[in-house]
């Protein structure tokens, strides 16, 4: 197989896991923990630390990415993207000055990803009013993708993805039209009647 289709079916296989991750929203109770961050997380009693659904979420975003990206990713720069990504979402909810957060210096996947959660909670409980846990979650796992700086990465909250999927399934209609994405560009396939879509004249 050639080498560019590897890299491309890797990173369908990454873009497919984001959105099944974006599909489900949250992880359920109880689930297990991913096993290469968590083997490493467990306590003195070998219990592994409680995680809210959101840090849940969050560490997943984090460990796909690490795990399973056609290339080796920097965990550092996916915390920082992350940071870029939870300050831009405060910004936009109305938060003229987030306070910086402490880095980690190297590569440890496990290190960064401690300061990651720790950010990430401290922002969750410092600005609760202002912008929901989950929407800052989403924030941090958004800025994690754009950090790969690869335009085949992307992550799509649990909304996005079922609009994407009616898109898919050719459920969406606009002004009395029906819309398929075919190749790159929406394409009208019905044009509904009585509608104004009919009235302009759309065959």
């Known amino acids: 197989m ?53 840090v849940q979420i969050l560490r997943q975003a984090y460990e796909l990415l690490l795990e399973r990206y056609a290339m080796p990713l920097d965990p550092a720069a996916l915390v920082a993207g992350a940071e870029k990504g939870m300050t831009q979402a405060l910004h936009e909810a109305g938060v003229e000055r987030v306070p910086r957060g402490l880095t980690a210096p190297g590569g440890d996947a496990l290190q960064q990803w401690r300061v990651l959660s720790q950010r990430y909670q401290s922002l969750a409980a410092r600005y609760a009013d202002v912008l929901p846990a989950r929407e800052l979650a989403y924030a941090a796992i958004q800025g994690l993708a754009d950090s790969a700086d690869d335009s085949h990465t992307n992550f799509l909250t649990p909304e996005q993805y079922q609009e994407h999927l009616r898109w898919s399934r050719g459920d969406v209609s606009y002004a009395g039209i029906g819309a398929r994405m075919r190749g790159p560009l929406p394409t009208v396939v019905e044009v509904y009647p009585d509608t104004p879509a009919e009235q302009a004249g759309l065959r």
């Open 2 to 54: 050639p080498s560019d289709l590897r890299v491309t079916r890797r990173r369908l296989l990454v873009v497919m896991l984001a959105l099944a991750l974006a599909a489900v929203g949250v992880v359920c109770p109880g689930s297990a923990p991913a096993p290469a961050l968590a083997a490493q997380q467990l306590g003195a009693q070998g219990a592994p630390a409680e995680e809210s659904p959101e």
